[in-house]
């Protein structure tokens, strides 16, 4: 809904999708978008709608035969400008919400980078230099001295583990087949004992749903489709269903379980969420299935395909036009910086301790931002019904 501005010439188009409510002479224009654009006219209005679900559209009819609370013209000014004052207000607040949920995007990001770069916690070359030097000086400060002396498992041993219980583990169909190493040329410098791996190498193997569309029951297993993982959580509330005996028709391998990580591949392409249920359910075809072995760093892994270093390797790869698609070869072979185990469990404890602030403080945003919605419904109810500001006359007339 909007006011449209006096046009040159009078002149203007607009789609069958509109209707045009040209006020008579002595009634305010704002008044009337005010008036259709709260929730009590809106709710009524649904009511009368016509047409299939997506389509659905107000009658004239019903626009022409409504009832619209009106005062005289002095009047509707006063509420106009009193909403306007009030909404003024709110819109600041509005503006300031959402300045801190961007602020807090950018903070998510900035924390993801640092993890992938060696830099939001003491690496384990760091801490073990720390020890040496601690056992030199005959000082033991704890967790530094005691790294001294002892052989730590870098980020490359930890790949051979990794790889080796790939191989050991190896389900898939054919022959075993060594996923192929990174292509570390043209790659930045990493910290000590840090090295980099392809997707491919870090989990046993990589799929996703079911290319066939599925048929769709009333009840049965859930389908997830993208928008039920947009929040980087998987929503049951709202899913389509499948049938059992579709569901146990799959290959293995495209039925999430528990410890999958799921990473969505077209559209709004690299959401990773991770599978924290037993709940039995089916995917589209646009989301990847990432399942792990033992040995695999998921919940590093979790994190590092969140950050926009993995992100924008993934922008590079995808193909399309109208909606980008990354595709499974591309994704296999996404690099990943690789630190030592004990680091990778640093960084993920770190990791989630300062988004889980930052997910209180978005929850709270959130609130604010609905209850923000909530007082602009309840300025507009009480400006129609003669409460915003003291009156004179009541006046109804059809409009």
């Given at each position: 809904m ?9 002149l ?12 008579r002479?002595?009634i ?15 709710g009524?209005?649904?009511r ?6 997506g389509q ?9 035969e409504?009832?619209i ?8 000014k006063r509420?106009?400008a009193?909403i ?8 600041e ?5 959402k ?11 900035a924390?993801?980078k640092a993890a ?6 003491e ?11 601690s056992?030199?000086e005959g000082r ?13 498992e870098t ?32 790659l930045?410098?990493l ?6 791996a392809t997707?491919?190498q ?7 749903g079911?290319h066939?569309p ?5 009840q049965?297993?859930?389908?997830i ?7 980087g959580?998987?929503d ?13 028709s799959?290959?293995p ?8 990580l ?8 690299g959401?990773?969420v ?19 072995h033992?040995n ?13 270093y ?6 590079a790869?995808a ?29 993920v404890a770190?990791v ?5 602030l930052?997910r209180?403080?978005e929850?709270?945003v ?7 919605e909530r007082l ?6 009480k400006?129609f ?7 004179n ?6 409009v």
């Amino acid at each position: 809904m909007a006011i449209v501005p006096k046009l040159k010439n009078d002149l203007g188009f607009g789609s069958t999708e509109f209707h045009v409510l040209r006020p008579r002479e002595g009634i305010d224009a704002r008044y009337i978008y005010y008036y259709v654009s709260s929730k009590n006219f809106r709710g009524e209005a649904e009511r009368y709608m016509t047409g299939a679900v997506g389509q659905r559209r107000v009658t004239t009819p019903y626009l022409k035969e409504c009832e619209i609370p009106l005062p005289p013209p002095e009047q509707q000014k006063r509420i106009v400008a009193e909403i306007e004052k009030q909404f003024s207000r709110l819109d600041e607040a509005v503006t300031n919400l959402k300045r801190v949920k961007a602020n807090l995007k950018r903070y998510k990001a900035a924390v993801l980078k640092a993890a992938v770069e060696g830099r939001l916690v003491e690496t384990e070359a760091e801490l073990a230099a720390q020890g040496r030097a601690s056992a030199a000086e005959g000082r033991t400060p704890g967790a530094a001295a005691r790294r001294q002396g002892r052989d730590l498992e870098t980020g490359e041993h930890l790949l051979q583990r990794i790889l080796e219980t790939r191989r050991s583990q190896w389900q898939g169909k054919g022959k075993y087949k060594e996923p192929a190493p990174p292509d570390t040329s043209d790659l930045p410098e990493l910290p000590e004992g840090w090295v980099w791996a392809t997707v491919e190498q870090l989990i046993a193997h990589l799929t996703d749903g079911d290319h066939q569309p599925p048929p769709q029951t009333d009840q049965g297993i859930p389908f997830i489709v993208i928008g039920n993982v947009r929040s980087g959580k998987i929503d049951f509330s709202n899913t389509r269903h499948v049938a059992e005996d579709y569901y146990q028709s799959l290959d293995p391998n495209r039925q999430p379980k528990q410890g999958d990580l799921l990473y969505t591949l077209v559209g709004s392409y690299g959401i990773p969420v991770r599978v924290t249920t037993e709940k039995r359910f089916s995917i589209q075809r646009h989301m990847a299935i990432l399942r792990p072995h033992e040995n695999s760093p998921m919940d590093y892994l979790t994190f590092a395909m969140a950050s926009n270093y993995v992100f924008r390797q993934a922008t590079a790869i995808a193909t399309g036009t109208a909606q980008k698609t990354v595709p499974l070869a591309g994704l296999r072979q996404i690099v990943i910086p690789l630190p030592p185990l004990a680091e990778q469990h640093r960084i993920v404890a770190e990791v989630d301790r300062r988004l889980s602030l930052t997910r209180e403080i978005e929850a709270q945003v959130e609130a604010n931002l609905k209850r923000a919605e909530r007082l602009r419904q309840s300025i507009l109810s009480k400006a129609f019904s003669g409460q915003l500001i003291l009156r004179n006359t009541d006046k109804k007339e059809k409009v």
